[in-house]
């Protein structure tokens, strides 16, 4: 088992190494020379790069509140009480991650800019020549707003699964102990599901970090727009790769900072009956202000997008590209077969970590699950540096396998930390008390732990499968002759401004995406419950 | 099969007359079988089917028919990746020596500067081409050309016609003037297409002048560079800007379009060819070349020719509202008509590659998004 760990952890190590291969390359050629006396690092020190890290730090301060307050807020409600609606919205507010980010922000600029058609018709009821308290979306608060909009659905999913298997003997233990609902949630629930929502905002905050062309779209640069502007603009791949890896190490000080926080507290509810707490009805005031809270959350993060969407494609005119199939059948059995296999080695790693107890795995974990946070391009770049090392890279024309290699390395975040969000809420005595029992570790594993494991593991497939319908930028990189997937069709057409054409592709990503959502939540719905 | 024959003709009843006639049909219908089916068989063994394979940053619906048109004339199937131009680049760079590429499409006379100075091109003769394409929009070195431009785009100035007057805003310098404090807007300076214009102009003018005007226009500058080209042309019929700056194909995409509200956005801007009564307006190019390590170059040349054909010249351009790299060839693109013919800008296009650095450098110190 042990042998198994290691190799999956080596083999999807690699690219991540990979990115130390050019310090070793460049070289002493004229090319190398030429670029050491450009400076681009010290260049990018001295005139943008304290901008970009101050732009990137605000942004994930506020996307991780906007996130944090939609995903905790909302699954709070959903799971714990009982309001008109609450069936639709418990799966239907896992939706918006089926919205690219890119698309999202087109969206949202396209109908709230200046020359959009919010500002244009208030400028014409209220007569003016410039609307002076209309916020510009194209600003670090319009990404900070879209980008929580799209991504809450990652602590919304992992924070729910959490709060819907605290024990019902906790809060009746805390109701008899004179705590009000609200008080029983800051003080008991939240507190207890801290490895889930941290789950699931680091999720989401890595994605930020890793994005280019939303963020760009928006007028923001981040770190990543440094990391492009050397590789692109300065044609200096050393200065790209270097700066990929501190946007890493900070990512790991990020993780080492929570680890060493959490280290001293427990998250799992001992005692052995657990017995769920039955959803509390809400009545009047209550419930409208419930319900009021998820449908405008819902509103905005989907149905106003796909809304713009549909608006666009009926202005359009439905023209359905010859290859649109093609498109389709690549997109959806990528991200099959990817989701597939990241969960499996998902499992494996966090059980390895789980059984062993060693620190070490733990670790490597966690810099397995960093490729979440480098923008998908840089990855590609690993991935290239690796095969072109070993003059391998010709594969890369011939199947996809490459390219799946890719989304495991990008996504194994999404599905790892799912599942050991899951798995640490399994308590250890339950393990202890089958090994008395006389079962192996493989045997407490089907018998025990994948029950309880079924939601985190869905969850976990669920991510990967949307992320890689999604996934653009490795995609345009590694692919395959003649082989474009949805994702690829909406991008060329927004590089080429042809923004009412994207439409139809955009919208198939998001009803794609929307199969294995609902399919996936009613199947959650049904797991049991302990 | 004989003795049954002797044995039919021997027998006199029809019944048997007509099994016979059945054997004999089977016999031969059979044998015909084999003998057309071991025919096929070596038929299929013969000459396999030619293929190229073409890396592409241009992704045009009309390139299908650019390429079905080649697979038509030749035979020859083509299989294509389409990346942007970086993307292109790094996959090739790794690939090295084994790389399946033949042909190399780029956009941006930067790019394939860069492309070529990165060693990704090989030198080839054709006569047919240094016919057809003028001489500064190719890149030779010993041996014949390294890469061949197929289609241009001018970067043009467009202006709200209520706001600025166009004499105000008719070079690309006096976009930096204090007369159009407050209205100018572009797209991001690290666009190429930005630094392609920013390093034609140091090349005319030299880094010094040019770092000022960058300056100039930061000062000028109406809101921080945001969008691309079409949202500019957006932003300056809604009068949030006064003047910006765009790709003419996106202008004329627009000018082209059927719908009401795209007409109405159009009616309020103003449109001119800067600098033609200086340096003339600034120009680019999408081509490409053959790839150094090329498996089937024969192939590869048949198609940068073909690319050269009024039909293909037809397809490359027009698809994308751009002007066709050979001068004879007429393209009926009511827009560009429409436009009408421009003073061009007399800088080489390697001169663009080679400062696109100093140029970054320039717009990064001038604080210029």
């Not at chain 1, 002493?28 to 901008?51: F, I, K, P």
């Not at chain 2, 040349?301 to 027009?318: C, N, S």
Request: net charge positive; proline share 4%; hydrophobic share 50%.
């Amino acid at each position: 088992m042990s042998r198994v760990v290691v190799l999956i952890a080596v083999l999807l190590s690699l690219p991540l190494l990979g990115l130390f291969i050019p310090f070793f390359t460049e070289g002493t050629g004229e090319a190398a020379q030429e670029l050491s006396r450009q400076g681009t690092l010290q260049h990018l020190w001295q005139h943008v790069l304290g901008e970009y890290v101050t732009s990137t730090l605000l942004l994930l301060i506020g996307v991780g509140f906007g996130v944090f307050v939609l995903g905790v807020g909302n699954a709070w409600l959903v799971a714990n009480y009982q309001f008109p609606g609450k069936k639709l919205f418990e799966w239907a507010l896992i939706l918006p991650l089926a919205i690219p980010t890119y698309v999202m922000a087109y969206l949202f600029v396209d109908i709230l800019q200046f020359s959009g058609p919010i500002q244009t018709a208030l400028r014409n009821v209220l007569g003016l020549g410039q609307l002076w308290f209309f916020p510009d979306p194209r600003s670090l608060g319009g990404a900070m707003w879209a980008f929580s909009f799209c991504l809450f659905p990652y602590v919304y999913l992992i924070a729910r699964t959490s709060f819907l298997d605290r024990s019902a003997r906790l809060s009746e233990a805390a109701e008899t102990l004179g705590y009000s609902g609200f008080q029983a949630f800051y003080r008991l629930v939240l507190p207890m599901s801290r490895p889930a929502i941290f789950a699931g905002m680091a999720l989401a905050l890595m994605e930020v970090m890793a994005d280019y062309g939303a963020v760009a779209y928006f007028g923001v640069e981040t770190f990543a727009t440094g990391i492009f502007r050397a590789w692109l603009s300065f044609s200096d791949r050393l200065a790209a790769v270097q700066l990929s890896l501190g946007l890493l190490v900070f990512v790991l000080l990020i993780f080492y900072i929570e680890q060493t926080n959490r280290a001293r507290m427990r998250y799992v509810s001992s005692g052995v009956v657990q017995r769920v707490a039955p959803p509390r009805l809400l009545r009047g005031k209550k419930a409208f202000w419930a319900f009021a809270a998820c449908g405008s959350t819902l509103a905005c993060a989907f149905l106003l997008p796909v809304a713009a969407l549909l608006k666009l494609l009926w202005e359009q005119g439905l023209s359905l590209d010859a290859r649109y199939l093609d498109w389709l059948q690549n997109s959806f059995g990528l991200s099959a077969i990817t989701a597939l296999i990241s969960v499996a080695c998902a499992l494996i790693l966090a059980y390895g970590a789980r059984l062993t107890k060693s620190v070490t795995m733990h670790w490597v974990n966690r810099l397995l699950g960093l490729g979440y946070a480098l923008p998908g391009a840089v990855l590609a770049v690993g991935i290239l540096s690796v095969l072109g090392l070993f003059q391998m890279a010709w594969i890369m024309s011939a199947t996809v396998s490459v390219l799946i290699y890719a989304y495991l390395i990008r996504f194994l975040s999404s599905s790892l930390q799912s599942v050991e969000a899951g798995l640490s809420r399994i308590t250890p005595s339950m393990d202890g008390s089958a090994a008395l029992l006389g079962a192996t570790p493989w045997q407490t594993m089907r018998a025990i732990h994948f029950p309880l494991l079924k939601r985190s593991v869905l969850t976990a497939g669920l991510f990967v499968f949307v992320d890689v319908m999604k996934e653009l930028p490795a995609t345009l990189l590694l692919r395959p002759f003649n082989f474009d997937t949805l994702a690829v069709a909406t991008y060329q057409l927004a590089a080429d401004e042809r923004l009412s054409e994207l439409a139809l592709p955009s919208l198939t990503i998001v009803l794609a995406g929307l199969i294995p959502v609902i399919l996936l939540s009613r199947a959650m719905s049904k797991a049991n419950r302990y | 099969m004989s003795f049954l024959a002797l044995r039919a003709f021997t027998d006199h009843s029809l019944m048997n007359k007509q099994r016979v006639f059945n054997t004999v049909f089977k016999t031969l219908a059979g044998g015909l079988l084999s003998i057309a089916s071991v025919g096929g068989a070596l038929a299929q063994s013969g000459k396999p089917a030619q293929e190229l394979n073409i890396y592409s940053a241009r992704h045009y619906q009309t390139d299908e028919l650019l390429y079905s048109g080649f697979t038509k004339a030749t035979g020859i199937k083509i299989n294509r990746i389409e990346a942007s131009d970086n993307a292109l680049i790094e996959r090739l760079k790794s690939e090295g020596a084994k790389s399946p590429a033949d042909v190399i499409l780029l956009v941006d006379a930067a790019r394939l500067w860069r492309a070529e100075k990165d060693g990704m091109f090989q030198p080839f003769q054709s006569a047919s081409i240094d016919a057809r394409i003028p001489q500064n929009l190719r890149a030779t070195a010993e041996g014949g050309n390294t890469w061949v431009g197929y289609s241009t785009r001018a970067r043009v100035i467009v202006y709200n016609k209520a706001r600025v007057k166009p004499e105000d805003v008719d070079t690309y310098e006096k976009l930096a003037d204090p007369v159009n404090k407050g209205k100018v807007c572009t797209r991001s300076g690290s666009h190429p297409y930005m630094l392609s214009l920013v390093g034609a102009m140091i090349d005319r003018s030299g880094e010094v002048a040019t770092e000022a005007w960058a300056k100039g226009m930061v000062t000028n500058q109406a809101r921080a560079p945001r969008g691309g080209d079409t949202d500019q042309i957006k932003a300056v019929a809604a009068g949030e800007c006064g003047v910006a700056l765009t790709n003419s194909y996106y202008f004329v995409r627009m000018m082209r379009s059927t719908k009401p509200e795209d007409q109405a956005l159009m009616a309020k801007v103003g449109f001119l060819w800067p600098n033609q009564a200086t340096s003339g307006t600034h120009i680019n190019i999408a081509g490409g070349g053959i790839a150094k390590n090329a498996p089937h170059p024969e192939a590869a040349k048949k198609f940068l020719e073909y690319l050269a054909t009024d039909d293909a010249q037809v397809y490359f351009a027009d698809g994308n509202n751009e002007w066709p790299a050979v001068a004879s060839v007429q393209i009926e693109n009511p827009g560009l008509k429409q436009l009408g013919s421009f003073k061009v800008e007399d800088v080489p296009v390697a001169a663009m590659g080679r400062n696109q650095i100093a140029a970054q450098k320039i717009l990064d110190r001038a604080r210029f998004k």
